[in-house]
């Protein structure tokens, strides 16, 4: 409810609450920030940092695989390894790199303030690096957890699992859950009700309707697996038998909670790059997204679909032939909204005057690569022919294309497009280029010999092989490859680092871009837009740079641009919950401590409320 | 298994709706002669119409819903998905412990009725704490929310004893899966009661130090849908677990 001013209501011995952290600069500011565009860049920089470190995984298991019969990281060190990389790739690395662009750009491209509840964001921001830390904290305490990361029963009872490994893993993807949940609610809630007028939601931009699909997977599938996790947790440390066959439990059921839950999750990383492709490919065609509505309900399709196909990860548990028909039938079916997309992005190409910049570099290469992983998914899709490609490298090929390919592309796509707008700087264009290509090339250099792999049988997650089974030149060769793909990507990191810190400043809209974001200055001041605008139609500032005529706007509140107020709660809370996780790791009092700590901060939360301020318009005509 | 008889459950709700009917009679009454239409001066009009501004004024959001709403509305549906999976879980293995005690040899029907009873109870309570607040009597408000507050309580109350007491059957979180399931399903609607019971509390107190006004009736509203799904997820929870162990037709 912004602009709704109301008085606090607070005892004298509670009236401290009302001084609210009002820094402008330094740490304390980032601490205490609510503004979408920092926490935005928090995630942006967060995730780098747990790409990095899922990277360096990725080249230690690439490492113990490049020749036969080595032994640098054996047994169950490997198998941490293979763990952590896949779920700090997929819950600390891709999924907050999503987060950072909505963060970013959903209030900028729906022309709103701020988001719902820019609190709450804050905790969202702090509770994923809390998981974060919980998460990566096993490997000094004690080693990470080694159960693969679909960690499935048995495999994770006390009886195989008894490090606290699989526990860390447990509540740190806990806490990211309530993270990913609570910002999926506020981005959902933003989008209902914060968009500018006359922006309904057939005018919004294909991006921010990608969001929106995306947060609904997220607060429909996160609960489910939040629930498969304390079921474990349960079984692990409290002596319940839900997956324990000898006592009537029924491993399965973990299988079918997680990937409930896990195959949407796939969507969740691919439909928000599928959104920032869908932006940039109309900007390098000079041309408008071809069949909008098509691509928006597409997506919607593929987000109501995601739901329907998660036992096609399960064919060869032996659920029986109809069940194994029917989810194939839906595996294929969910091929078509997808197709829809890949069909829409080609015809917007068609007869556009194409201009491969970077980002749109990325976008045609997702296009491609994502088709490849699209296709051999199709195959494993086929139960029949899923029984020859489970567990197998086939299937390694596979997700990372899609994930890599689908979700990574469309990320650095995002990064090169949206840096102006993030840091007010531009990437240099020519070694952009240089490094989009070698980052293309040793991808598939590295991902695609995986597929001949796979169909020779080389099983995923072995540690070792030997030299009669005739892998070790693939082997060898991907290893080289994939440290090609680490120094490559490591370097673009590097180049997005150094164009911030550079002078190269970017004009408010360096692409002649069609969406609200790029109508303001770059970076876009504190409060957005100094007018609300008004839309009337899709691509409202194309329209408008076209016709040469301004934006319509809301008139000016006289009270000045509304803001909402720092807080600290929003770190406090998350710092009780880190702690109570460490506590409930070790079943020490250390948990009460936590869950004290956020119970009295979530009380000042709530007693301190929205705190609003207003400041000044600038002047008229002066953006 | 003769102690088993509809008979309690059926004579609860009836007692329950009977009781319904009579307060929402009362309450149509006491409504009746407050909403006869009223012959307004042109004065009173522009007061009204000048509040009715001043109150939507400040919602200045897309649907004109405000955003807390919005936001209680899709968490809530998040949370059937939460208690889903929990409800799948206990279904699936309904039926499938090893060894005893199973749901018979513990429930008692008529003491878990009862309490469902007094939950179903503050919902309409709750009802009337938002009605109250929204026309500004503070003291109603306090009355019904301390009401509902009792309930909740009550509830709690009536939850730790069947806990209790089905330990001290044996029935214990690791003894079958039958408890697993069970304290997991039932112990995770009674944290959901026990937030809700804060949260009533929270606003009982509250109202003392003039945070709970007319203007801010919503606060009150989000408290009462929590409320009400909490209310709506028990009669789930109690139809699965409790209602589908009645012998009934077989």
Known sequence: MSGHSHKLALPKFLSFLKNRPTKENGLVSWLTTVDHKRIGILYLYTSFFFLFVGGIEALFVRSQLSANDLEIFVGSTYNQLVTMHATTMIFLAIMPLAAAFFNFMIPLQIGARDVAFPRLNAFSYFMYLAGGIVLNASWFMGGASDAGWFAYAPLTSATYSPTHGVDFWILGLILTGISSTVAAINFIVTIINMRAPGMTLMKMPVFSWMAFVTAFLLAFALPVITIALIILFMDRNYGTTFFQTAAGGDPILWQHLFWVFGHPEVYIIVLPA??????????????????????????????????????????????????????????????????????????????????????????????????????????????ASDFQQHDTYFVVAHFHYTILGGGLFGFLAGTVYWLPKFFGKIMDEERGRKIFWWIFISFNLTFFPMHFLGTSGMPRRIYTYSSDMEWTALNGFITLASFVLGIALLVFFIEVIKAVKSKNKASADPWDARTLEWSIPSPPPVYNFADLPKIEKIDEFWESKVSNKPIKTLPRDPHGIHMPGKSWMPLITSIGLLIASFGAVYESDLRYIGLGIFLLAYYGWALEGEAEYYLPYPKKGKK | MEALKLQPVITAFTVFGIFVCVLLTYYALLNLFKSFPRIRSKKDKEAIAAEDADVHHHVDTYTGEPNIKLFWWVFLASDCMFFGSLITAYLIYKGQSLVGPYPLDVFDMELTTISTFILLLSSFFMVLTLSSIQKGDLGKFRFWCFATFLCGLTFLGFQVYEFEHFIHEGLRLKTNLFGSTFYLLTGTHGVHVAIGVLWLLGMFIYSFWGGITKERAIEVEIAGLYWHFVDVVWIVIFSVIYLMELPIGG
């Open chain 1, 274 to 383: 599928f959104g920032i492709v869908s932006e940039i490919i109309p900007v390098f065609s000079r041309k408008p997204l071809f069949g909008y509505k098509l691509v928006v309900l597409s997506g919607a399709a593929i987000g109501f679909m995601g739901f329907t196909v998660w036992s096609h990860h399960m064919f060869t548990v032996g659920m029986g032939p109809i069940v194994n028909s029917a989810f194939s039938i839906t595996t294929a079916a969910i091929a078509i909204p997808t197709g829809v997309k890949i069909f829409n992005w080609i015809l917007t190409l068609w007869n556009g005057k194409i201009k491969f910049s970077v980002p749109m570099m990325y976008s045609t290469a997702l296009v491609f690569l994502f088709m490849v992983g699209g296709f051999s998914g199709l195959m494993h899709g086929a139960a």
